[in-house]
């Protein structure tokens, strides 16, 4: 997958003043705090220059609550090997939506078919600093699902809980200098691993989308 931790900027500050427990949700709730506040159109014109991209943001229901479904990239990639991301990647021409590609790169990366996924709509897509415009597509998994890792892109899959990454007191800012403009990369600890980048700025826009924030495109 072509973009998944790069830096993007134009994010939205958080509200600082929530906690895990003022975000968990079940499905019913994500559902309508989704919806409305109006998802992004999956279909647009490509801004010039970019190669359009899509991801798949998984979720699955747990008698816990809702969980995140989450990838470590193979260590053999050329690009960003070992690091956290959502299965996805470019465009394909026979591809025909970008939802399309979301799940057919989460067919090929995990193993998942369509039928195991219901897509609930798209967040704002991405622009990253290599020029990839990106749709995060959100959408709940089958709790049934079976894995079959493809070991040249993905060395793990694993849940997260939703409450954990959405909570903006475990979003870390960082900004650094690049190309005489200053970027944000965000952070998000797990465990003994960090979600950062592109992946991080994702749930973050989810996170303000559920909250009922808005946020401008994004562009890196």
Not at 5 to 11: G, S
Not at 61 to 90: A, D, N
Not at 126 to 144: E, G, K, R, W
Request: proline share 9%.
């Amino acid at each position: 997958m072509p973009c998944a931790n790069e830096p993007v900027t134009a994010l939205a500050r958080p509200k600082e003043t929530r906690t895990e427990m003022d975000i968990e949700m079940n499905r019913a709730e994500l559902l309508t705090r989704f919806l409305l506040q109006r998802p992004a159109p999956a279909h647009r014109l490509m801004l010039a220059g970019l190669k359009p991209a899509a991801v798949l943001i998984p979720l699955v229901e747990r008698p816990q609550g809702l969980h995140l479904l989450l990838t470590r990239r193979s260590t053999t990639l050329r690009h960003h090997p070992g690091q956290i991301s959502f299965p996805g990647g470019r465009q394909d021409p026979e591809d025909e939506s970008l939802i399309h590609t979301a799940l057919r790169e989460t067919h090929e990366e995990l193993g998942i078919p369509a039928s195991q996924i219901r897509v609930i709509g798209s967040l704002t897509p991405l622009n990253t600093i290599s020029l990839y415009d990106v749709l995060p597509v959100l959408a709940m998994i089958d709790p049934d699902y079976r894995l079959a890792l493809s070991p040249d892109e993905v060395e793990q899959a694993f849940e997260v809980p939703l409450s954990h990454v959405l909570d903006p007191a475990h979003h870390i800012a960082l900004t650094l200098p690049r190309a005489g403009k200053r970027h944000t990369i965000y952070w998000i600890p797990w465990q003994h691993s960090f979600i950062w980048g592109a992946t991080a700025s994702m749930i973050r826009q989810l996170a303000q989308h559920l909250s009922g924030q808005h946020i401008d495109n994004l562009s890196g």
